[in-house]
């Protein structure tokens, strides 16, 4: 139980696209899905927080016009990565809250590695 | 000053041995604990959780947080060659932001 997958697993892209990913809850309703950056051997850094049906968080120094978050519903939570710099080029991993379970176990997806050009 | 450190290693040990992986960190609210093991180019996976101080024990694993000295451990017993991965500890105030180390890369030689 309590998967959580994302899509796509890798994707390249030119200079100046739009990258949609997605996270999915697969066997749970997800209140809250988060979204991650992690850069090679540097810990994972919370970009934003977004429930179900309302506005995501942002953590401060993101940019909500760049990282575009929609938590459209209890098991799908999309980031869009708009006009895209190869300064964006990382791994962005998703993770989600069960509803039933303690409320700080997040269960992660396997990420998604991105690289602009 | 970042909010948790952690030895990036890497830690390589023989199999069988017991391995003691550590994260010392500022924010004195921290109050959740979290030990996530990660794979190479994989999600990280939760290992173990702990709220507050005291030890917890699961299997070959077993969490230990300490807060009078903001340091948290994780042990594990009889290691093994799958266990070589990256491992990550996590800690909150709250339920919704976690603060991350940047992992100690642990390999488990055959």
């Known amino acids: 139980g309590a998967v959580v997958s994302q899509h796509p697993s890798r994707v390249i892209c030119k200079s100046g696209t739009s990258v949609k990913i997605e996270c999915r809850s697969l066997?749970?309703?997800?209140?809250?899905m988060f979204w991650y950056r992690q850069f090679p051997k540097k810990s994972l850094m919370l970009m934003a927080t977004?429930?179900?049906?309302?506005?995501?968080?942002?953590e401060q120094g993101v940019e909500k016009d760049k990282f575009l978050i929609n938590h459209a519903s209890l098991t799908l939570s999309t980031l869009t990565v708009t006009s895209a710099h190869p300064e964006d080029s990382s791994f962005y991993i998703c993770?989600?809250?069960?509803?039933?379970?303690?409320?700080?176990?997040?269960?992660f997806g396997p990420g998604t590695r991105l690289t602009v050009l | 000053q970042k909010e948790v450190e952690q030895d990036p290693g890497p830690l390589s040990v023989p199999e069988g041995a017991i391995v003691s992986l550590n994260c010392t960190y500022s924010?004195?609210?921290?109050?959740?604990f979290m030990w996530y093991r990660q794979y190479s180019r994989k999600g990280p996976e939760l290992l173990m959780y702990?709220?507050?101080?005291g030890n917890k024990e699961d299997g070959r694993f077993t969490a230990q947080v300490d807060k009078s000295s903001k340091y948290i451990s994780l042990f594990i017993r009889d290691s093994q060659p799958s266990d070589s991965a990256t491992y990550l500890c996590?800690?909150?105030?709250?339920?919704?932001?976690?603060?991350f180390g940047s992992g100690t890369k642990l390999n488990v030689k055959p």
């Open positions: 702990t709220y507050s101080s």
């Open positions: 066997d749970f309703q997800a209140t809250t």
């Open positions: 977004s429930n179900e049906g309302s506005k995501a968080t942002y």
């Open positions: 924010n004195s609210a921290f109050q959740y």
């Open positions: 993770s989600a809250r069960e509803l039933t379970r303690a409320a700080n176990e997040q269960f």
């Open positions: 996590a800690m909150s105030v709250s339920v919704n932001k976690f603060y």
